[in-house]
């Protein structure tokens, strides 16, 4: 349970791991009454979203996405699987309970050595389901291409990674590359459109990459030019995840810039 008398910032050698690999993963942040709680609201979320009004489903890139504009939020399908759900973003506007799981010393406090600001607030959240057999893979990425053209400091954003269940390879866990941060953008994919903001995958050798097999409850912290994926669930296991990603106090959040864009189009 949260110790609300302790700092929960990075000691001194994570800070110089975080330097060198570009993530930091604690083991037993959250209980697995607390994984088990934080769940469930998941899935009353998702539930929701699955029985409200269908809008149209669109391939962009390697993703299948849905506009749920009652909501504010975009839920992503599986694309070999167009009725189950890969992930919802953003999420703290629908569910004051998740929005509260964001706002934790646990998550939050790491994300401002990230960050490099002692006052840090949320820029995005989303949530990440890979179904038992059917949860597909998450491509080779940054997260920097996909946020440098909605903000200034897209650099300096930090996301904090929720294990919900056990991660191993054959449920899909994250992937990563050490020390893939320390370059800036690496090439991307020679196409049009969203899919120009995914990696070029002949471009990076995937040696490189680390599989966080790692229990229900770590956090794994990384920062904007980390490079990563996960690959298909083949197990007969969910494996779930939330994503919180911070910056520093004073900049807006993502669902208020996407607003702002779709005002300017229609201006």
């Given at each position: 349970?949260?110790?609300?008398?302790?700092?929960?910032?990075?000691?001194?050698?994570?800070?110089?791991?975080?330097?060198?690999?570009?993530?930091?993963?604690?083991?037993?942040?959250f209980s697995r009454a607390e994984c088990a709680a934080i769940?469930?609201?998941?899935?009353?979320?998702?539930?929701?979203?699955?029985?409200?009004?269908?809008?149209?489903?669109?391939?962009?890139?390697?993703?299948?996405?849905?506009?749920?504009?009652?909501?504010?939020t975009v839920v992503k399908w599986e694309p070999f699987f167009p009725d189950v759900v890969q992930g919802v973003e953003p999420f703290a506007h629908i569910s004051t309970p998740l929005r509260d799981w964001g706002l934790d010393a646990r998550l939050v406090d790491p994300a401002k050595d990230i960050c490099g600001d002692d006052d840090v607030v949320l820029f995005t959240e989303k949530l990440n389901v890979k179904r038992a057999r059917h949860g597909g893979s998450i491509i080779l990425h940054q997260d920097f291409p996909y946020w440098e053209n909605m903000t200034p400091i897209a650099a300096q954003i930090s996301t904090a990674m929720i294990f919900l269940d056990d991660a191993d390879?054959?449920?899909?866990?994250?992937?990563?590359?050490?020390?893939?941060?320390?370059v800036g953008k690496h090439p991307q994919r020679a196409t049009d459109g969203f899919g120009s903001l995914e990696m070029d995958p002949d471009q990076f050798d995937h040696e490189r990459l680390v599989a966080l097999e790692v229990p229900a409850g770590a956090v794994a912290f990384f920062g904007a030019f980390l490079v990563?994926?996960?690959?298909?669930?083949?197990?007969?296991?969910?494996?779930?995840?939330?994503?919180?990603?911070?910056?520093?106090a004073g900049h807006p959040h993502a669902l208020e810039l996407h607003r702002l864009f779709r005002d300017r189009a229609k201006a």
């Open positions: 349970m949260l110790d609300k008398t302790r700092t929960y910032r990075m000691d001194a050698a994570e800070r110089e791991q975080l330097a060198r690999d570009g993530y930091v993963v604690r083991e037993g942040v769940a469930a609201e998941c899935e009353t979320m998702v539930g929701a979203l699955e029985a409200a009004k269908r809008g149209e489903k669109l391939r962009v890139g390697s993703y299948m996405f849905e506009a749920n504009l009652d909501a504010a390879r054959a449920n899909g866990c994250l992937e990563v590359a050490p020390g893939s941060h320390t990563h994926r996960s690959l298909p669930n083949t197990s007969d296991r969910d494996r779930r995840a939330l994503l919180y990603s911070y910056q520093p």
